[in-house]
């Protein structure tokens, strides 16, 4: 998911918002009016408007925390994590690798139900220390905040530690699996059948209390189900990904004969002549054999077409320095992830300081295709 709206950089963290965040924020702002409306008659309208949206903002603030913990124990376990995006049903920390062993899974995905439960506790501590009797409705501005966001965030604490993956329960109930199993695919594969199941059971639910006449609630449990279920899915895919893909290299699936062009070459003679005719989509761009940069209509797309024929290959290419360059020995998936990452289509192999060929996000794509339909057969012609 890509951060939409930047905010800042926390302990070298970026810290985004995706678009749909906005909604949540209008919905919370606007039900939190409406609550404090009807809990405190005697508040002004500006005072109730005041308290609604700072508490917004204050729990926009522990989501963040929430996911930063997440954050802070990746990075202490070595594992690279460089954006957090908040969306319209929480956040999301972007960590790049998956954890290599079931204790850093344990620890990394635990650590964020546990940070919004203490923050919970010790909010409802404070509104307690400030007067608010447990069980009645706060009376004033500073308690009635403390009290909402207390709530909110042991709700944070208990919905995140559902067992179904992706949430932070499931990535628990992943690493338990993966330490008694001892097999990372086998306990993904098991966790994402929980997150399905439970899925499942949140959409009957919702369904059910929806012709109950609950309304917009029962609705709504079931959207949560059918997001569950969504993540849980493509989370196995990604397994089954990995599963046919293994054994696979680089060196295996990239294509050795790809083509140059000369960075002098003007931007007009380069479409019509080379990239409209040949049905490829990446050029590498060399000179007396140097390797200088790479140009697909990615690139091409962002120029006006009046100004092609006086612009130069050289010009709008992506220069070498901004290019991923991968070695023919990295595992097939990995360049299909990293890919994915960087939203490009293909990545130069690099060896021993030369291009040794291209490897496109289509031909690993096809490769797959072949694998999973063959991998397919066997079991097929059991079944008859
Ligand atoms: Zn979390």
């Given at each position: 998911m890509k951060s939409q709206i930047k905010i800042g950089t926390v302990f070298g963290v970026e810290l985004g918002l995706h678009y749909s965040w906005l909604v949540i924020a209008l919905l919370i702002t606007f039900s939190l009016v409406a609550q404090f409306h009807a809990q405190n008659r005697d508040w002004s309208e500006p005072l109730v408007w005041t308290v609604a949206i700072v508490t917004g903002v204050l729990f926009f603030a522990c989501l963040f925390a929430h996911e930063l913990s997440h954050a802070v124990v990746a990075r202490a376990r070595g594992l690279p994590i460089h954006k957090i995006t908040l969306f319209l049903l929480g956040g999301v920390a972007q960590i790049e690798k998956e954890a290599s062993d079931a204790k850093t899974e344990f620890w990394m995905a635990i650590v964020g139900p546990i940070t919004s439960g203490i923050l919970g506790l010790a909010l409802l501590a404070l509104a307690w220390l400030l007067g608010w009797v447990p069980r009645t409705s706060p009376t004033t501005p500073g308690t009635a905040l403390l009290v909402w966001l207390g709530y909110i965030n042991l709700a944070l604490c208990a919905f995140n530690m559902?067992?179904?993956?992706?949430l932070d329960g499931g990535r628990v109930l992943r690493a338990v699996l993966w330490w008694s199993m001892g097999d990372a695919e086998r306990a993904t594969r098991a966790a994402a059948r929980v997150g399905q199941a439970i899925a499942v059971l949140f959409i009957g639910m919702g369904i059910l209390q929806f012709f109950q006449g609950s309304g917009l609630s029962g609705l709504w449990i079931a959207f949560i189900g059918w997001f569950l279920l969504q993540a849980a899915s493509s989370t196995y895919l990604q397994v089954q990904t990995g599963n046919l893909l293994r054994g696979l290299r680089v060196s295996d699936v990239m294509s050795a004969d790809y083509e140059t062009v000369d960075p002098d070459t003007s931007l007009e003679v380069f479409v019509h002549d080379r990239l409209l005719r040949s049905g490829r989509r990446c050029f590498l761009v060399s000179k007396d054999g140097r390797l200088l940069g790479l140009i697909t209509p990615k690139e091409i797309r962002e120029i006006d077409p009046n100004s092609w024929p006086s612009r130069r290959v050289g010009d709008v290419m992506r220069p070498a320095d901004k290019i991923h360059f991968i070695p023919p020995d990295l595992p097939a998936v990995e360049a299909l992830e990293t890919m994915g990452r960087e939203d490009v289509h293909q990545l130069p192999v690099l060896s021993n300081g030369r291009i040794s060929g291209i490897v496109t996000r289509a031909h690993i794509l096809q490769v797959l295709q072949s694998r999973s339909e063959l991998a397919a057969f066997p079991s097929r012609r059991r079944a008859a």
């Open positions: 559902i067992p179904g993956f992706p």
